[in-house]
């Protein structure tokens, strides 16, 4: 029953293997993006966890 | 970042050290998606080789980075608000530095450890979280097989991959 259920987003209908290749394809995309936007996504990170995870010994890169 | 990179270009032009290359987490990244990381891992060739040798001094490169003003946080040593590691070269990492991809961040040069010595240095920490980067890599980035499985088979890493690869792929 479960495996049949399908996702409506907007226009789009998936099946969740849909939403799963796309969660892949996005991870794809993301390492391919450069050294430079990946250490920004990294900083943010970081805060998040600084904020969020309440992890007051993390460090914030200075970039 | 990019001012740690400036002091690893400076201590290769002072000639206190021959070469480095940015390993660990900050290297998997350049060939995976991005994830959680604090630390700059920098795997230096120190002038002198150290092989064979019991005592490894870093002693020249403490001091000069402390005469600039950099501080020690720990077995860290913070520069431009950026935590980095120094690990002195063993042969396999000095393989790795010396195979390592020429690159640039924001203009400034600098070396990134490839995919296939990243993966023989994460399955020899063994860490979960050296697996994990394994894991990213190998799903991640372009792995030139061959080069893998003769760095693994020089420094008797073969065996530990394929136990590696036995648990992650089930079969």
Redesign the interface.
Known sequence: MECNQKIVIGERILTREDLYREEEEL??E??R?S??E??K??VG??KL?YSWGKKGD?????? | MKGALKVFNELKREGLIKDYAIGGAIAALKWTEPFFTQDLDIFIILEKPTDGSKLIVLTPIYEYLKSKGYEWKGHWIVIDGVPVDIFPADPLEREAVEGAEETEYEGVRTKVITPEYLIALFLRTGRKKDRIKIDLLLEQSRIDSKKLEKILSKYQLSEKFRIFKEKHDGV
């Not at chain 1, 993390?58 to 970039?63: D, G, L, P, Q, R």
């Open positions: 991870r794809r993301r390492a993006l050294f430079e990946k250490i996504i990294l990170l970081q966890a993390v460090i914030i890169w200075k970039i």
